[in-house]
Nanobody, 132 residues
Framework: QVQLVESGGGLVQAGGSLGLSCVASTRTLNRYAMGWFRQAPGKEREFVAA????????????SVKGRFTISRDNANNNAKNTVVLQMASLKPEDTGVYYC?????????????????????WGQGTQVTVSS
């Protein structure tokens, strides 16, 4: 059983900062990559950032490069790990529901994906609203 619980969304003014957290609870020894996606009203879900199990080979969408930072803490091994998306210099176009996602990647510690279809589990989403 896998659980993803997001927190940290809210309302912020343009130019401000916000941090999102996702706690991943799994009952398996398999390793996994984590990703963040977002969906604005009337638009398709889009990739934001992804981080592999190893923490290297991080990927960002061009629209957030230099402003967003993804990180993860595997200190608890597979019991309960946290991935954080730190967002700075926020723009109104960053508004949307942000989802964290998990993809099991045993044997591929450097693997990440920017495709929503490859992820196995999703969180419930957290709203981020950036006012102009």
């Amino acid at each position: 059983q896998v659980q993803l619980v997001e927190s940290g969304g809210g309302l912020v003014q343009a130019g401000g900062s916000l941090g999102l957290s996702c706690v991943a609870s799994t009952r398996t020894l398999n390793r996994y990559a984590m990703g963040w996606f977002r969906q604005a009203p009337g638009k398709e879900r889009e990739f934001v950032a992804a981080i592999p199990w190893s923490g290297g080979s991080i990927a960002y969408a061009d629209s957030v490069k230099g402003r967003f930072t993804i990180s993860r803490d595997n200190a608890n091994n597979n019991a309960k790990n946290t991935v954080v998306l730190q967002m700075a210099s926020l723009k109104p176009e960053d508004t949307g529901v942000y989802y964290c996602a998990l993809e099991f990647t045993s044997g591929r510690p450097e693997y990440t994906s920017d495709r929503a279809a490859t992820y196995d589990y999703w969180g419930q989403g957290t709203q981020v609203t950036v006012s102009s």
